[in-house]
């Protein structure tokens, strides 16, 4: 979305639906209104609605259904009419701006993790911790995923939370207010001199934000850079640009075409340099304004994309203020890549594919930028690699004395790709060099969670003796050396 929010633009139907005078008919007959204009059409079903139904109309809530039936009718589904209240709430999902009590949560085996609590957020200030199991919501049971809705709720009210830490059972209550989650955020594997950005939102602020962490990190001694686009739905299109031009010194940025058909390449001037390797990560949700930055970077032959094909969202909407209070968002212009690459629906597809599991695809990433010994440690809330946290996890299943772990966890840590045949029972695991290894659900080293595939690792660690794993009180470690 474009950067200028509110450009002027006067709806002339809606002056003339309350100006024009009404059609009188002495007789009562159907209406013909010779070499009537279309507005005119409308004028006098507005009218004849307002005079003659039976229980009136609201002549506002009339007017505003009007809009939205012709905006629907493009079959767009980025165009959309806006009243105040809900442009407000546009505006504060695109800055990642929400009413609640300021922690993030995953659902998963029959509990609801705390996986971050936000600084300065009312759940820190009572004492909530990463790890907690929140087991009930004003006194209602979690049972699915969609109990995590029942945090929610409206500012300045309390949600009475009861929680699981390490077997002892707690409760609070908690004051929801309104925050903004951050739109990037960083960190240094400084044994590689490997840097991390990941963008969640490109939110008005998120250009600057990005040069702040971009700067702390080549003062840390940064090489190169894993860029974390996944999840994000895009913004500004603006502050995408304003970030390609942290990397792209001269080139094109993308192309538009408008209304007229006619194309026309954004480029970037006076930027700069990175100067060192870059590797993007994405996901389906990677969309618009991430997709933007993506190929950019890509087509340069700035960065590598690793992850899964993205989203598909090639179309650029602006919002226009109108008279009513109200605002318009409609699709303006397409754009395609600098190679002219136009992927509406379908997506960017990704250098190296890595499907699903969003670990993996982290460690795919880390191999793809040269980090070659990876210790990783995690549990269903928390990842650490080199022992600096990361956003994800490391599910496990414990049978008796064995211990299973994702296939495609294990697979992206020996730089291998994984298959599943369901008829026979048999996991493969492909590695670059073309060798293969094989796992067999019949022998018990294949266990399926949740249509995905865990290998035993007692097994594994005898068909890759370069992984060394341990499983204590519930965390999970892993350890490869690849040189």
């Given at each position: 979305m474009l950067k200028s929010w509110y450009k002027s633009a006067v709806?002339?139907?809606l002056l003339l639906a309350l100006c024009l005078p009404k059609a009188v008919y002495a007789d009562g007959s159907?209406?013909?209104?010779?070499?009537?204009?279309d507005l005119e059409v409308l004028q006098e079903v507005l009218q004849l609605l307002n005079d003659n139904n039976l229980e009136g109309i609201q002549r506002e809530e009339f007017i505003e259904n009007a809009i939205r039936g012709m905006v629907y009718t493009l079959d767009d589904p980025y165009s959309d009419y806006y009243t105040e209240e809900e442009l407000q709430e546009f505006e504060n999902d695109l800055n990642q701006e929400y009413v609640g009590i300021g922690v993030l949560l995953r659902y998963v085996q029959g509990k609801l993790y705390v996986t971050e609590v936000l600084d300065g957020s009312p759940a820190k200030a009572?004492?909530?911790?990463?790890?907690?199991?929140?087991?009930?919501?004003?006194?209602?049971?979690?049972?699915?995923?969609?109990?995590?809705?029942?945090?929610?709720?409206?500012e300045n009210t309390k949600a009475s939370i009861t929680i699981n830490r390490g077997g002892s059972k707690l409760s609070f209550q908690i004051a929801r207010s309104h925050f903004a989650l951050p739109a990037v955020s960083s960190r240094m594997i400084s044994a590689g001199d490997i840097g991390y950005i990941a963008i969640s939102s490109f939110s008005d602020q998120?250009?600057?934000?990005?040069?702040?962490?971009l700067s702390k990190l080549r003062k840390l001694g940064m090489k190169s850079l894993v860029l974390d686009l996944r999840d994000n739905l895009g913004g500004y299109v603006e502050s995408a640009q304003n970030i390609a031009k942290h990397f792209i010194k001269d080139g094109v940025l993308m192309y538009i075409e408008s209304q007229n058909g006619i194309l026309e390449a954004i480029k970037i001037s006076e930027g700069s340099s990175l100067n060192m390797p870059v590797v993007i990560l994405t996901n389906e949700w990677t969309a618009s304004a991430s997709e933007i930055l993506t190929a950019a970077l890509r087509d340069n032959g700035i960065a590598k994309v690793v992850g899964t094909q993205t989203y598909g969202k090639a179309r650029i909407q602006n919002i226009y203020s109108l008279s009513n209070g109200g605002s318009l968002k409609m699709t303006i212009m397409k754009y395609l890549t600098p190679k002219r690459e136009d992927f509406n629906y379908i997506g960017l597809e990704p250098d190296v594919e890595v499907n699903l599991n969003q670990t993996a695809q982290l460690i795919t990433a880390?191999?793809?930028?040269?980090?070659?010994?990876?210790?990783?440690?995690?549990?269903?809330?928390?990842?650490?690699?080199n022992n600096i946290s990361f956003s994800g996890y490391l599910d496990v299943i414990q049978d008796g004395s064995k211990v299973y772990a994702s296939s495609r966890v294990l697979a992206a840590l020996v730089q291998g790709q994984v298959s599943w045949t369901a008829n026979t029972g048999v996991l493969t695991i492909t590695e670059g060099s073309g060798k293969k290894q094989q796992f067999k659900r019949d022998a018990g080293s294949v266990k399926i969670l949740n249509d995905e595939t865990f290998i035993e690792l007692g097994v594994f660690k005898k068909s890759y003796p370069n992984v060394d794993w341990s499983y204590q009180q519930g965390l999970l470690k892993l350890k490869v050396k690849t040189k």
């Open positions: 709806i002339t139907l159907a209406i013909e209104a010779a070499e009537a204009s009572a004492g909530v911790r990463k790890g907690d199991v929140i087991t009930s919501v004003d006194g209602y049971p979690v049972t699915s995923v969609d109990d995590i809705y029942l945090i929610q709720g409206e998120a250009d600057e934000e990005f040069a702040v962490h880390m191999h793809q930028i040269g980090l070659t010994n990876m210790e990783i440690s995690g549990n269903p809330w928390e990842l650490n690699i």
